[in-house]
């Protein structure tokens, strides 16, 4: 038994984690064993709080993005123009669009890429200029999209034949020896902050982590429909900084129902208290 080395040490083991140690991986409980042997206080008892703390790994963080409720009209045009160009070329990959026209350019049977407005009238727009679409029935689409549409432009509206979301790109789906967590025990252990979307590094396997905003919620809801929703918009919170990039091997979403999606070789996780994903096989435990 695995825990014969802490008993040893005369450190008591809360009853309810004894059978997690046993079960643990031989490297991390060895890490386990070598950060109780260096502490310069040894814990009386050992609870599943310190077992994070001491086990975690540290983890590479890429970049984070905090919303801001006040944004000038400078950094709003460029936070729009970067995440436009992000997505634009997305779409563009896709052999249907690879002929677009800016929209200043418009004229008969073309097509566009643009980002959609809804208001009045629900128009497309571009940084060359703007034209109202009339889009298929049952086409659903929100403001701050960026789609790629094929139509007939006449009289200065486009009325649409078919629309393209810009999607993630196909990736060989990664495999590692270790677990990512979050609020669970595992070899990497994330956390999450309230209204903060982070993209980090865990040994070489790319992760985003995200909190299901209200907004989005009552446009997609918070089941499998809500990773449908990203994956085909490759979007996910509140413009301008909502861009998927880069592509993540795993998408974490808290507050989201218990699910998971495997699209293209990223893997997008639902869940609601606690998560973890064993990238050998990417299978997901949740509660």
Known sequence: ????????????????????????????????????????????????????????????????VQPRKEISMPELATAWNTRFSILQKALMRRPELNKAVSIRSANRMCTLIGAVNIGIKTTLEDPTGSIQVMLPEGVKVFSDDVVGVVGNVSSGVMKVEEVFFPDIPLQQAKHAELTIGIETQADFILQIKS???????CKGISVMLSKLD???????????????????????????FDAIEPIPDVLFIEGADNFTVNHKGTTIVGFKKSVCVNMRDRSVESE
């Not at 209204?195 to 590094?201: C, H, K, P, Q, R």
């Not at 209200?214 to 918009?233: D, M, W």
Request: proline residues 5%; without cysteine.
């Open 1 to 64: 038994m695995q825990i014969k080395k802490i008993i040893e040490m005369g450190i008591l083991i809360e009853p309810v984690l004894a059978k997690e140690l046993n079960q643990m991986p031989e490297q991390q409980f060895n890490t386990l064993v070598t950060k109780l042997v260096e502490l310069d206080a040894k814990p009386m008892i050992l609870d599943e709080q310190l077992v994070n703390i001491l086990t975690a790994v540290p983890l590479k963080i890429i970049k984070q």
């Open 195 to 201: 209204g903060e979307t982070t993209w980090a590094d």
């Open 214 to 240: 209200e907004e989005t919620k009552v446009k997609f809801g918070s089941g499998e429909s809500l990773a449908n929703e990203i994956i085909k918009r490759r979007t996910f919170g509140q413009a301008p």
